[in-house]
């Protein structure tokens, strides 16, 4: 079974990246938290950055594009393939207001007209570059049964990998998957299908594996912030340990260090880390909390050795995710 590991704005750029499949090995792609292509046809001087080749050594890298103009996209495309990245990723799932109120990641839902065109002028501008896409979608904005037409959509098309969170827009991240509806495109979509979301333990795989057993790739997210070891976990190895995490994370804090020219810009990148990983140590709140409220280098390396060294990761934690 293949891994992926899903993008989150914030945690997963490309010092996190470089540290985790040091590390963990097991990740079969990694995709970049979203460019956000525009139409003056200009990338951020932070997104440039983390898919640059250099930063990305030794990782199979999928850039993940936001936009909803299939020029804009193309261009994009073009951008990456110069880098030597050879499949990108169009963005249908992003579910925050500011994303969804210009009709881009999952607002792109509710036009399906719009979508059709768009995907249409795309593959015909793919014709001449050799890249392939693409899509992470969820399965409707507010009634599962727009489910139908966009299945009937990504049919139409040549799309390397579908990637199904089978949520709507209007759940965000909260209830739980709906795997009835996911069930439509498990039966009857043609392609690469795979699924993502809520993989946070062995049991999670395995119930998902019993209801679809032909399952051959599943992307994971939260759950894998959460236990960095995740995927080792699944695959029948190792539970984490403090050394270990430790370990890890003084990697990325040093590598984000170096990256963002000191802790003023990396302080809220490891507090986010934290926000996920911080439910491996349960009953270690206090500790958490020091962390949460240092404000300087210094009191935040002390705040996560003192974690490390007292605190305990409880062997089969459920992160919250």
């Not at 080749?53 to 299939?70: D, F, Y």
């Not at 990108?88 to 059709?116: E, M, Q, Y």
């Not at 990396?266 to 140590?281: A, H, R, V």
């Not at 958490?288 to 990761?313: D, Q, W």
Request: hydrophobic share 40%; charged share 25%.
């Amino acid at each position: 079974m293949e891994f992926l590991f899903a993008p989150m704005e914030g945690v997963t750029d490309y010092s996190y990246r470089l540290a985790h499949s040091r590390f963990f090995p097991g990740v079969s792609r990694y995709y970049s938290p979203f460019i956000a292509a525009n139409q003056t046809c200009s990338m951020k001087t932070r997104e440039k950055e983390d898919v640059a080749p250099e930063h990305n050594s030794g990782v199979v890298l999928v850039p993940q594009i936001l936009t909803n103009n299939a020029d804009v996209f193309l261009w994009a495309v073009d951008q990456m393939a110069c880098r030597g990245w050879k499949r990108v990723n169009l963005n249908l799932g992003c579910p925050s207001a500011t994303v969804f109120t210009h009709g881009k990641g999952a607002g792109f839902l509710t036009d399906i007209s719009r979508l059709d065109f768009f995907f249409e002028r795309v593959f015909d501008g793919l014709a001449s570059r050799d890249v392939e896409i693409s899509v992470k979608t969820r399965i409707g904005v507010e009634d599962p049964e727009e489910a139908g037409e966009l299945l009937r959509i990504f049919q139409r098309y040549p799309i390397a990998e579908l990637i199904v969170h089978p949520r709507l827009r209007k759940d965000f991240y909260l209830g739980e998957p709906d795997l009835d509806t996911y069930q439509l495109f498990y039966e009857e979509y043609r392609g690469s299908l795979v699924y993502n979301g809520d993989i946070r333990t062995p049991s999670d795989l395995r119930a998902l594996l019993r209801r679809f057993p032909d399952t051959k790739t599943v992307m994971i997210g939260r759950g894998l912030i959460a236990n960095p070891a995740l995927v080792r976990v699944l695959q029948g190895g190792e539970e984490i340990g403090n050394g270990e995490l430790q370990a890890f994370h003084d990697e990325v804090l040093e590598r984000r260090l170096a990256a963002l020219q000191g802790f003023q810009n990396t302080e809220g990148k490891m507090k986010e880390l934290w926000y996920y990983m911080g439910d491996l140590f349960p009953g270690s709140e206090r500790e958490l909390k020091r962390i949460k409220k240092a404000h300087s280098l210094e009191e935040y390396r002390a705040a996560a050795a003192k974690l490390f060294r007292e605190g305990r990761i409880s062997a089969g934690a459920v992160p919250r995710t």
